[in-house]
């Protein structure tokens, strides 16, 4: 899930029950990044501040309505009936006015998550095969194979390479993947996403010079790009001429 809040206590307190309670949370304290985050994660749930500092959050929720249909919970200092009916009528699901419970929110986006939540299958889908088979991920039992082999990864490097390959071919910025790694930036944030990619690649790559399975874009991020050996088998010689 996403949230978008620009007080930096409020934010890290949110994020701290979310996480306890199992989710995994994405965070941000401008709308702009919100509406970026809320096109390109596609997160299960977006807690949104009205209040934020670049773009209004009715703005945010307006533009996010425009391109999805995630639940949206809002969070508003605003205490009057018309502005809590605006905001419903832009499109969010809930809202809790602040100050708040912490467990309260917890609470309201495990309800509206069960509202939203799409019926199981009787079966999972079991692991998801990639590049005609050489990169071979089970996220429901968190193991990578690759080229037949498996591959031990910590938990940073799981989680970037799933989140990478929850889209392959589309390139992922350093920003979305330590919020998807971490849950929240921080200062020198693409200095660490580089270093885990480095080894990530290391582990997973023929030759982590030459990478043909997580490709760096210049400027803008990394993508999951997996595929078999070009060159392929050897060729059979024919038969013998008599």
Known sequence: MLVVEDEP???????????????????????????????????????????????????????????????????????????????????????????????????????ILRRTAPAQADNDDGPASYGDGEVVLDEAHRYAVVRGQPVELTTTEWKLLAALASAPRRVFSRYELINRARGYEFDGYERTVDSHVRDLRAKIELDRHHPRILETVVGAGYRFMPRRDPAGPPETAGPTPT
């Not at 309670?21 to 009205?50: C, F, K, M, N, Y």
């Open 9 to 111: 206590k409020i934010r890290d307190l949110l994020r701290s029950y979310l996480e306890h309670d199992g989710l995994t949370v994405l965070s941000t304290g401008l709308g702009a990044e919100g509406i970026t985050l809320a096109r390109h994660a596609q997160p299960d749930l977006l807690l949104l501040d009205l209040r934020l500092p670049d773009v209004p959050g009715e703005e945010v929720a307006r533009e996010v309505r425009s391109f999805s249909r995630l639940p949206i919970l809002v969070l508003t200092a605003k205490t009057s009936s018309e502005e809590r009916i605006r905001g419903l009528e832009l499109g969010a699901d809930d809202y809790v006015t602040k100050p708040f419970s912490p467990r309260e929110v917890v609470l309201r986006v495990r309800a």
